[in-house]
């Protein structure tokens, strides 16, 4: 018999390892730099556009796998919850990208995810402010994590690829590592934090059957 709380457990680890390579690894290169190709730090308008839409679809996948998991806690679904994320992520990371350059980009993405998951989900958790710097905390280290090793290997090994397999590397290469962090480290703090209803009755968790409409 298992319990709402390893349920929710298991979906978060299992989903954020699958969105993070699936979204930002492979999806972001391939929409960004799939059709308009590579690019200085001044991008043209098509560039700029596909990059955003990127991003969009990333923080879409993101956040419908989040209020799935989430939904096992007992958070209410609605779709205003997307809107933080859609708004500041991608703005974020344009202001980490012109001011500040490459690998401030990808920081700031991952700071205004950690800073507004850290703010929606604080009803759900035991100590508040405690988990508000805890979830801030591990996606800083996660995005430490994935800058160190993908532009690391970017580096050492990638630069000298051809065309968008040294995007789909680099970007891999990025976020696997960061997903591990998020999965793993952040599972921890949630087991801790969250507040979750046990199953009652026969014990089995039902799992909401709810469409979502929302992208890393």
Partial sequence: MESNKNIFLRKWKIGNLVVYPGALGVLH????????????????????IMHTLSIFVF???????????????????????IWPFLFFTPWVFWLGYYTLFVPFDILFMFLSIGIINSIQLKPMVKSPKKWMW?????YFLAAVTGIVIGLGAYILYYKDLQGIARD????????????????FLLQYVLKKQIIIPENQGSG?????????????
């Fill in 29 to 48: 290169p391939l929409i960004a730099h799939g059709l308009t190709g590579d690019h200085d730090k001044l991008l043209t308008t098509p560039q700029f």
């Fill in 59 to 81: 923080v879409f996948f993101l956040v419908r796998m989040q209020n799935r998991t989430f939904q096992i806690a007992g958070k209410p679904q609605t779709q205003a919850g």
């Fill in 134 to 138: 805890q979830c801030i905390l591990v």
């Fill in 168 to 183: 789909f590397a680099t970007w891999i290469s990025i976020s696997i590592p960061a997903a591990l962090v998020l999965a």
């Fill in 204 to 216: 089995i968790a039902l799992e909401p059957k709810i469409s979502l409409s929302k992208i890393a």
